[in-house]
C-alpha cells in the first residue's frame, strides 16, 4: 500500500465514544482521536477522552500543514522576496 501525500478529505459525524464491550463492571467505552504517528495521521480509538483529544491536536495540525503545505510555502517565498526588496527589517515587522 503506497503513502498518500496529500488528499482531500472528507469527515462525517464521528461518534464522541464507542461501545467496545459489556463487562460485569459496567460498559468499556473508547474515544476517537487523529492520532500522529511519525508523519501519518490515523484514527484510532483511545482509552481516554482526554488521550484522544490531546492526540487529535497534533493529528489535526499535522492534516492542516499537509493540506496547506504549498500554499504555506508560496507565502512563505512572497514573504521573503517583500523583505528583501523592502529597507524594512524583519523585526519591524513585529
Not at 508523519?39 to 487529535?56: F, G, K, P, Y
Request: charged share 25%; with cysteine.
Amino acid at each position: 500500500m503506497g503513502t498518500v501525500r496529500a488528499c482531500q478529505l472528507e469527515f462525517s459525524r464521528c461518534p464522541e465514544r464507542v461501545l467496545v464491550k459489556e463487562t460485569a463492571a459496567g460498559p468499556v467505552y473508547a474515544w476517537p482521536g487523529l492520532e500522529l504517528r511519525e508523519l501519518e495521521v490515523n484514527l484510532r480509538l483511545l482509552r481516554t477522552r482526554e488521550i484522544a483529544r490531546a492526540a487529535s491536536i497534533q493529528g489535526f495540525r499535522r492534516l492542516a500543514e499537509t493540506a496547506l503545505q504549498k500554499d504555506l510555502a508560496w507565502l512563505q517565498k512572497i514573504c521573503a522576496q517583500s523583505l528583501a526588496s523592502s529597507r524594512c527589517s524583519p523585526a519591524c515587522l513585529g
